[in-house]
């Protein structure tokens, strides 16, 4: 234990007589760690909102919309209410309730002076829930709204405060199609870097369905949200879904028919892959840390031949030299890690303040990112230290 005590604070004494050859090569080691624990925390991160926001919707949800993707080159063909009602009459029991929407272009909305112009969506009960928001003030759309028609209007978070400040708009007229609308709600501020059909910026206008319908002079819809009785059903009902459409459409009908659990799966692949990247492109600049430690390692060596022929001449053994050079690479590579991260701390600090990401950076990652450290201290150390430790004596002290 001495004889490693010992090696350790000639390492050590060695770092501190060269401090600016070992600052600069702790900064690349630095570096290296700083940004593989940066990037896969904002790949953790990021997989983590996901889940948050699927939770926030739930995963027992199938969403119908037109194939926007298929290139047929005809136009695409909307979803009707027969087709809505087939779909509740084939499900029956399995789906809780079906949502429709419809999208609006941008309408310009005036109250007094202020006037601004957010996009309008039409929809029915129960979309609230389905797109993960909650109410600041007044109330949502009820089906007595969409049943007559009502000229009423719930107000995202953005467009309230453009238009009347501080101020409780619940109650208030705005102009809207060159018409008179009451404001019945306000949505509670939200951000997140997933939506399920409307933006996330808060510039949206919410009108019941049958009320935009009359204003477009639109009698269908744009898509259907259809909330599933239990999450076990889930795939069940969009099988039986499909199935519908095929029957009534033709067997390349062009209606897309997925669940958000089919959509989460989708999605964890892709962060999976997109945190792989990140994690590979920090271990590349923590790989050109360690080939500057193992070049400085080298210098090392050369410049202290003389003191190796020495010390093994009065009785060193391979092992006290061998341990001497790796113990200099490995505190390297651990101060660094401990300088990378702080760095990715003070990184993770910054983007969260100023950016709606934000960094997962946990125990596991930090601990990995030493043990990592350590390895490189050791891979890239081993060489240099072999060699010195396996130089002859006579030679060494020969050298000039």
């Known amino acids: 234990m001495n004889l490693l005590l010992e090696g350790a604070r000639m390492a050590w004494e060695n770092l501190w007589n060269n401090k600016l050859r070992s600052v600069l ?7 290296g760690i700083g940004s593989t624990v940066s990037l896969l925390g904002m790949g953790f991160g990021f997989k983590e909102e996901i889940f948050r926001e699927f939770e926030s919707v739930g995963r027992n949800m199938i969403m119908v919309f037109p194939n926007i993707f298929m290139e047929t080159g005809e136009k695409l063909e909307p979803l009707t209410e027969a087709d809505r009602r087939s779909i509740a009459a084939v499900c029956r029991d399995g789906i809780e309730e079906i949502v429709p929407f419809i999208f609006g272009d941008q309408a310009m909305v005036r109250y007094l002076k202020e006037k601004t112009a957010p996009q309008v969506t039409g929809t029915a009960p129960g ?7 909650k109410l600041e003030n007044g109330r949502f759309l009820t089906e007595a709204d969409l049943s007559t028609g009502r000229k009423v209007v719930v107000l995202d978070w953005r467009v309230k405060e453009k238009l009347f400040g501080r101020i409780n708009p619940v109650g208030k007229m705005v102009t809207l199609y060159g018409e008179k609308y009451q404001v019945i709600g306000v949505i509670e501020k939200k951000i997140s870097s997933i939506s399920f ?25 744009y898509g259907l949200y259809i909330t599933v009785s239990s999450l076990a059903e889930t795939e069940t009902i ?4 499909n199935g519908l459409m095929a029957k009534k459409y033709g067997p390349k009908h062009g209606f897309q028919v997925f669940s958000t659990e089919e959509l989460l799966k989708a999605l964890q692949i892709v962060t999976g892959v997109i945190t792989a990247l990140l994690g590979m492109i920090g271990g590349i600049a923590l790989l050109v840390g360690g080939i500057g430690i193992m070049n400085i390692m080298l210098v090392t060596v050369m410049e202290r031949i003389n003191e190796i022929g020495i010390r093994k001449a009065i009785g060193a053994k391979n092992t006290n030299i061998l341990w001497q050079f790796i113990t200099e690479a490995v505190a390297l590579c651990l101060l660094g890690g401990a300088l990378g991260t702080g760095f990715g701390f003070a990184v993770g600090f910054f983007i969260k303040k100023h950016t709606p990401l934000r960094l997962v950076i946990t125990p596991g990652l930090v601990g990995t990112a030493f043990l990592f450290a350590t390895g490189v201290g050791l ?3 081993a060489f240099p230290a072999w060699k010195a430790a396996k130089m002859d004596p006579i030679e060494a002290l020969r050298f000039e």
Request: aromatic letters at 14%; a positive charge.
């Open 197 to 221: 059909g409307t933006d996330t910026n808060g510039m949206n206008l919410y009108l019941p369905v049958t009320t935009l319908q009359r204003v477009m002079k639109f009698k269908d819809y």
């Open 25 to 31: 090569t702790l900064l690349g080691v630095a570096i």
């Open 127 to 133: 979309f609230l829930e389905i797109q993960g928001l």
């Open 238 to 241: 969009s099988k039986m879904i």
């Open 379 to 381: 891979f890239f150390g």
